[in-house]
């Protein structure tokens, strides 16, 4: 499969407890996307790796949030510390980074339910 | 910021019909970008517009950039019932890196 996967679908928590999530792109994508989608909202940007480096990141992510892409290839989010307000679907996206071509290829995403 | 609104929210037509959604910017695009989702599913990518004015057609949908590259639209020919889903426009400012999706259409077909 070449496809983008994310681990684990689903996860359940607690409040104040810690997650994090795994996302592996496509192979020899260098672009990699986090966003947050609640229902009936479209995907809203969290933050963006080009390689390894992190070139940008929401002003709304609070502190509490964090991402790595630490060989520039799979990519983990965390949520410390987390709140009833946190829960969603995080999806990561993957992209070959050409210019020309922005065409985004999302993984199934995480649902996260904090209680 | 930047900001992307896509009218309208919802949409139901009758198996037949034609549906048209809408996408403006807040800021000038240097590509716009639209996406399918299914319910249950993740955004599946439809096609990129790079060119002012550009329109591109795929089978029973066309798709439009405006002539300021702020604006664009998905216009459906007769749907079907496998059109149902939500359709998202997305893009990305000239020099930035992060792409903006818009709130979605949601469309209901009803055979």
């Known amino acids: 499969d070449t496809g983008v996967s994310q681990d684990p679908r689903h996860k359940i928590t607690k409040r104040g407890q810690n997650v994090t999530f795994r996302c592996d792109p496509i192979s020899e994508h260098n672009r990699l996307y986090w966003y947050r989608q609640t229902l009936g909202q479209g995907p809203e940007f969290l933050t963006y790796f080009q390689n390894e480096a992190q070139l940008e990141k929401s002003r709304l992510l609070s502190d509490r949030f964090s991402a790595e892409r630490p060989k520039g290839s799979f990519s983990t989010l965390e949520i410390q510390r987390t709140e009833q307000g946190d829960s969603a679907m995080y999806l990561c996206?993957?992209?070959?980074?050409?210019?020309?071509?922005?065409?985004?290829?999302f993984g199934s995403g995480t649902q996260l339910s904090v209680l | 910021g930047q900001q992307v609104m896509q009218i309208p929210q919802y949409q139901h037509v009758q198996e037949g019909e034609d549906f048209t959604t809408y996408c403006n910017s807040s800021t000038t695009l240097s590509n716009i970008q639209w996406y399918k989702q299914r319910p249950g599913g993740h955004p599946v990518f439809l096609i990129q517009?790079?060119?002012?004015?550009e329109v591109k057609k795929q089978k029973r949908l066309t798709f439009q950039f405006g002539e300021a590259k702020k604006n664009s639209s998905l216009h459906i020919t007769a749907t079907q019932t496998t059109d149902v889903g939500t359709y998202f426009c997305?893009?990305?400012?000239?020099?930035?890196?992060?792409?903006?999706f818009g709130a979605g259409t949601r469309l209901f077909v009803k055979a």
């Open positions: 997305a893009g990305r400012n000239t020099g930035g890196f992060k792409t903006i």
């Open positions: 996206a993957s992209s070959l980074g050409d210019t020309d071509n922005e065409k985004l290829f």
């Open positions: 517009l790079v060119k002012s004015g």
